[in-house]
């Protein structure tokens, strides 16, 4: 009888868990269509009023600001981890595993400390002026490099080498086996790299708390100095809504990649 | 070029021979010595610097003499370990079922457990703050069912803090306990409840002892990542609740004192770091003790 009271009180707590990492989410989307400002939980009236007053420069414009960001470190981080993990991981040049811990050192460092240290950069530099948009960017690049990189990595290793192989005995230059074999295979993990990437750019707080400047402010920063005003409902539609977009990245990057084979052992 | 040569050892030999093999990682090595190792060696230089342009530890005499500082420090380490134990108390039952489930249950609650990292820190703490507040979620329900007459402070304080924190955190102690779990021999299971253990006895005497480094990974995950969080305690511990980064943030944007901002950016490093360090040591330690037959 005991053990049946323990278990049915494990699968309470079990439970209880998920519902402790599903509310918040919830209480937000309920947020975003209910008419009034606290949220009420009467499923039967609803409205997208809160999603027409987001479409306003306010939300607008750091919505935008964001996404070109993210989109841009999208890119730059893609380009530079795909570069070191083909020479770390592919040539595997002499040195490449103190290499490779000098470019994944950045994850060891507290991102508050990292968006501290640049913006010192920055100010005692003199480029005090390249703080916003472009400084963001940088800012991101350093933050994002290594997560892509490790996964690039990471794609290569599971790359059959015996395919590399084939084309070389076949008569395949360096550039032709670079391009039409290896590209093609970490394809997938290139991509999931880079979307990992824009998540992160475009959710980032620790770092755009240092680097955004009036009139170039992300999303994220944006909406947590509108918290000072209360819980505007306006501020749930605007979360939905940033979360509806990353979906429909996701999505259009796993359309070009393929991404998601590759959690099915579908690369090798 | 000789064909009937083995591929690594040519292109090993190639590397050696042509410098160019180090051409593709000018770019990106560049870019973090630029913008990540010479910003980290400026901040960490300013932060022993004297008034008088010298070299010394003045800054950091500054810091371990101020009350409020030592009072933020000693805050945030509370918070971060309230924060680890929450979170691998939590994770331990949904990484153990993720590992053994074969159902189709298991699906749904990876993605129910997962997911919410997608959303941002920002979205979450929205939600708390609905949920938490004076008029909040909880605090309505509890008065409309008669339990409390006035509303409990469940915001502006540790509590908001670390419930807010554990909940961005718990993906990531689950999956560092599904990483470990799932290394344990399900025979070594099977074995003992075929010998008549009790499924208790089993999670105590096989699975617990033998996810011990899983425990302690999530344990330090949460810990540092928590240490180092700005927007959940800023937000749901609102203006009074000063932890190490909060204080960073004023120390910059408010107070512009550059050297304090920077010392104590150093000493969150050393702690995160530190703690790093004493973890991967203590977890070979717990590994071999383990491994030894």
């Known amino acids: 009888m005991s053990r049946v009271i323990l278990s049915s009180l494990y699968w309470a707590f079990f439970v209880l868990i998920l519902l402790f990492i599903a509310l918040p989410l919830l209480v937000v989307i309920a947020a975003s269509v209910s008419p009034t400002v606290s949220v009420t939980f009467e499923f039967w009236t609803w409205t997208f009023e809160w999603f027409q007053r987001m479409w306003a420069p306010r939300w607008i414009d750091p919505f935008i600001l964001s996404a070109k960001i993210a989109a841009l470190v999208a890119i730059i981080t893609g380009v530079l981890a795909t570069l070191a993990a083909y020479a770390v991981a592919y040539r595997k040049v002499p040195g490449h595993t103190a290499i490779m811990s000098f470019l994944l050192s950045p994850l060891a460092v507290p991102q508050i400390v990292k968006g501290v240290a640049i913006v010192l950069f920055f100010s005692s530099a003199g480029l005090y002026h390249y703080l916003g948009f472009p400084g963001l960017v940088l800012g991101h690049v350093v933050l994002t490099m290594p997560f892509a990189t490790r996964m690039i990595v990471t794609a290569i290793y599971n790359f059959d080498t015996n395919l590399d192989r084939a084309a070389q005995v076949l008569g395949a230059s360096k550039w032709q086996r670079v391009y039409h074999v290896l590209l093609p295979l970490i394809k997938p993990g290139i991509f999931s790299g880079m979307t990992f990437a824009f998540i992160l750019s475009f959710n980032d707080v620790p770092i755009a708390l240092f680097l955004v400047r009036p009139g170039e402010i992300t999303l994220p920063i944006k909406v947590i100095n509108y918290f000072e005003f209360g819980l505007d409902p306006v501020l749930a539609a605007v979360n939905v809504a940033s979360l509806l977009f990353l979906l429909a990245v996701i999505f259009l990057f796993e359309k070009i990649g393929g991404f998601t084979a590759q959690l099915h052992g579908g690369s090798k | ?293």
């Open chain 2, 1 to 293: 070029m000789n064909v009937s040569e083995p591929i690594s050892a040519a292109r090993q030999r190639r590397s050696f021979l042509s410098p160019g093999a180090y051409v593709p990682l000018i770019p990106p090595v560049s870019a973090l010595l630029l913008f990540f190792a010479l910003p980290m060696g400026m901040m960490i230089g300013l932060s022993f610097e004297t008034t008088l342009g010298g070299f010394g530890l003045s800054n950091y005499q500054d810091f371990f003499t101020d009350d409020l500082a030592l009072d933020g420090l000693r805050r945030t380490l509370v918070m971060s370990g309230l924060v680890a134990i929450s979170v691998t108390v939590m994770a331990y039952p949904i990484a153990y079922f993720l590992a053994r489930s074969t159902t189709r249950w298991r699906v749904i609650v990876f993605a129910l457990a997962i997911a919410p990292e997608l959303a941002g820190v920002v979205l979450r703490t929205y939600g708390w703050l609905v949920i938490l507040e004076k008029n909040g979620f909880i605090n309505d329900t509890l008065i409309s069912l008669g339990l409390i007459e006035e509303p409990l402070p469940l915001i502006g304080n540790m509590f908001g803090a670390v419930v807010g924190l554990t909940h961005v955190l718990l993906p990531f102690g689950i999956l560092s306990l599904l990483t470990s779990i799932q290394g344990i021999d399900q025979n070594l299971e099977k074995s003992a409840q075929i010998l008549g253990a009790s499924r208790l006895s089993v999670l105590r005497h096989i699975v617990f002892p033998l996810s011990l480094p899983g425990i302690m990974s999530s344990f330090l995950i949460a810990f540092t990542l928590s240490a180092s969080a700005y927007a959940t305690p800023a937000l749901l511990g609102g203006i009074k609740f000063k932890v190490l980064a909060t204080m960073i943030y004023r120390e910059v944007l408010v107070l512009v004192n550059w050297p304090a901002a920077a010392v104590m950016a150093t000493v969150l490093l050393v702690i995160v770091i530190g703690i790093a360090f004493f973890s991967t040591r203590a977890e070979n330690r717990i590994v071999n003790r383990l491994h030894v037959r």
